[in-house]
C-alpha cells in the first residue's frame, strides 16, 4: 500500500474546471494505475476515470467521457483529474486510489489497495 493525498476540490459554477490531484510517494504513478471514484450524499461510490501509463489502460465513466482527463507529473509522484464543463451532477467527494488490477478490474474499487482520504467538489447551477 502506498500513501495518497486527495487535494484541489472546492466549489466551482456549473461549465467551469476544476484541477482535483492526488499526491503519492515518488515513482508511484509509474507503476501503478491510478483511478478516481466519486460519492454523492445518498449514492453509491462509482467509478470516474483510471489510468495505467505502464499498460497504457485508459477509462473513462460514460457520463464523464470528453470532459475528464488523466494526467501525471514525470516523477510519477502526483496525478491529477482535469474537470471540464462541471454539472452539478458531478457535485460528490472524489476520491483517488492506487493499486495494481487487471485491466477487467480497472473499474472497480476492488482492484485498488490504497485509497486517498477524499476531497469535496461542488458544482454550483
Known amino acids: 500500500q502506498v500513501q495518497l493525498v486527495d487535494d484541489g476540490g472546492g466549489l466551482v459554477q456549473a461549465g467551469g474546471s476544476l484541477r482535483i490531484s492526488c499526491a503519492a510517494p515518488?515513482?508511484?504513478?509509474?507503476?501503478?494505475?491510478v483511478a478516481w471514484f466519486r460519492q454523492a450524499p445518498g449514492k453509491e461510490r462509482e467509478f470516474v476515470a483510471a489510468?495505467?501509463?505502464?499498460?497504457?489502460?485508459?477509462y473513462y465513466a460514460d457520463s464523464v467521457k470528453g470532459r475528464f482527463s488523466i494526467s501525471r507529473n514525470q516523477a510519477g509522484s502526483a496525478a491529477y483529474l482535469q474537470m471540464n464543463s462541471l454539472k452539478p451532477d458531478d457535485t460528490a467527494i472524489y476520491y483517488c486510489?492506487?493499486?495494481?488490477?487487471?485491466?477487467?478490474?480497472?473499474?472497480?474499487?476492488?482492484?485498488?489497495?490504497?485509497w486517498g482520504q477524499g476531497t469535496q467538489v461542488t458544482v454550483s447551477s
Open positions: 489510468r495505467r501509463w505502464s499498460g497504457g489502460n485508459i
Open positions: 486510489a492506487a493499486g495494481r488490477p487487471i485491466a477487467s478490474t480497472m473499474r472497480t474499487s476492488g482492484g485498488y489497495t490504497s
Open positions: 515518488e515513482r508511484t504513478f509509474s507503476t501503478y494505475a
